[in-house]
């Protein structure tokens, strides 16, 4: 049996309206060895050895065949396939292409193309058959309310500006904290942040190597 709580979503994310959905409880996380172990039980005599070595060839094929514009499908599983955005960290094509550096290039609204996800989409099956063993209890009787940040927007601009001006640069865990907001609240702020010119700060680098720094005027 699995448990879950009644999650409210953020305003900004359910256009002023309240909505409410199931969230579960997640305890832990498997490793790669743990999957192995478990898997042998249903495998029977296979080794561990084989089954790891199954799993790094469906690595490989993924790592090979996605990047050239394949889905990849497996029964009672489901199908991957990529997600692409611009990467920021590189100058425009443009740029390239008139032979400028990166440090030379110009801002541009178009840049590289990378991966920057995977989607999944289960297949039916799957799902059905979990839903058949799956039990879910109802940990609280409270919806759990978004957590409603205690600093207004000029107080967290100001905040992003001095780590800014003291270290040259602010990550997304510097804002966070310094916000007293989650990640995904944090990220989502900095997101209007950037948006708005007037706000004096830009990204620099992608994904895990993304920062913040004052934009130049």
């Not at 490793?31 to 005599?45: E, F, H, L, P, Q």
């Not at 550096?101 to 999944?120: S, T």
Request: glycine share 6%.
């Amino acid at each position: 049996m699995a448990n879950f709580v009644l999650q409210e979503l953020p305003e900004e994310m359910s256009e002023g309206k309240k909505v409410v959905f199931p969230k579960m409880q997640t305890y832990s996380l498997h490793d790669y060895d743990t999957v192995i172990k478990n898997m042998r039980t249903y495998a029977g005599s296979i080794s561990d050895g084989l089954i790891r070595a199954v799993l790094d060839a469906l690595v490989s094929t993924m790592q090979s065949w996605m990047p050239l514009g394949h889905s990849i499908k497996i029964d009672g599983l489901g199908v991957f396939s990529l997600s692409l955005g611009f990467d920021t960290s590189t100058p425009s094509e443009k740029a390239i292409s008139q032979g400028l550096q990166k440090d030379e290039a110009p801002k541009a609204k178009y840049r590289h193309v990378c991966i920057n996800g995977i989607n999944f989409k289960p297949d039916p099956k799957l799902l059905k058959e979990m839903n058949k063993q799956a039990t879910f209890d109802r940990v609280s009787t409270e919806i759990v309310a978004p957590k409603i940040c205690k600093y207004s927007q000029e107080e967290r601009l100001e905040k992003a500006k001095a780590i800014i001006g003291k270290y040259g640069y602010m990550t997304l865990t510097d804002y966070a904290l310094a916000t007293d907001q989650s990640r995904s609240a944090a990220s989502n702020d900095l997101k209007r942040l950037v948006a708005d010119t007037d706000s004096g700060i830009t990204t620099r680098g992608s994904h895990s190597h993304k920062v913040w720094i004052a934009a130049k005027g």
